[in-house]
């Protein structure tokens, strides 16, 4: 198949599965790293800012608003027409449906018209395959992908073949940043709100759960969390009539350290059962908007390095949504002579591993990642 191969790949990618409209171009160059020539993302943040979440079909709409704006954005930036394109990655799922229904349409139109052979992605996928994009790491490697709708360890061992280890229960932990901001008045998105409050404040004052550590295996939970800040949050609230911007801090500091340890110990368990199967230590990478925050990099940096594994956490614009990562994931399903056409479904759920049993209550914001 490498003789058929064109020496160079330019390929349009294109995300909307959650609040960001995303497109981008990437070209690779025979074997060489992919390079991203254009990556234009539209936030959605202020549309949804009234209602605490995001709205589905306000999102659906905004979407096919803006992809014809951001995909000719992204050829311009890009300095390409149409025709210098090969191919076309879309996310396929999994996602709110209408969002994904928008770019789904949008990337047939132009396969149609330009007579390009289309490539649906797993938007999962593109975040658990960015480690290889900005870092060209090699295949089988331990992935963490921990997001406002999802919280995973997976073996990635190629574009289409990933081993779920274990994942969250309940709450992704990108929810509960969100949530204990909206229980203490922090603006939204919670991430990275509570972290710099939780870098002014005493995380040893309040003792929170550190659920399932008992519990063999690497499967997570963090929805009592949020109960147990609620709790403290009114205690000090009877006691004292309202909140210092000290006891704000504090529940801020002590909530983050409990979800640091939690992953912490949880990706040491992770790379204990990859270690089992295989001795070598891999390396870990993270993905995801909650990959974002200092204090879990700086855990996970730290614990990587004592069990002498390598550490990867792509730059914070390609760890949250965006269309480079689909893009890319598109370009190695691309380059393994996947393609689809007008029958490509959108799809809310698609998970990455289909062997592996669905994680009750996972995803309850939508199945985003
Ligand atoms: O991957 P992402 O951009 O969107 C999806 O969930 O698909 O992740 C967004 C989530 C939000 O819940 C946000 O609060 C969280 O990532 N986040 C953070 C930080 N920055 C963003 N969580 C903790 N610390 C941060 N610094
Ligand atoms: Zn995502």
Redesign the pocket.
Known sequence: MAGSMKHTITILGIESS?DDTGAAVLRQDGSNPAEILSNIVYGQSDLHADFGGVVPEIAARAHAEKLDVAVSEALTTANLKPSDLDAIAVTAGPGLIGGVMSGVMCAKGLSAGLNLPLVGVNHLAGHALTPRLTDQVEYPYLMLLV???HCQFLIARGPDDFSRLGGTIDDAP??A??KTARLLGLPQ????SV?AEAQKGDAKRFKFPRPLMDRPGCDMSFSGLKTALLRARDAIIAEKGGLTTQDRADLCASFQEAVVDVICKKTARALQVYMDENPQPPTLAVA???A??TAIRAGLETLCHNLACAFVAPPLALC??NAAMIAYAGLERFNDGHRDDMTLVARPRWPLDKTAPALLGSGKKGA??
């Open positions: 959650c997001s406002g709708g990108g929810e940043f969100d998105p919670g991430g990275p972290q995801g908007g909650v974002a925050n949250t949504d985003k990642a």
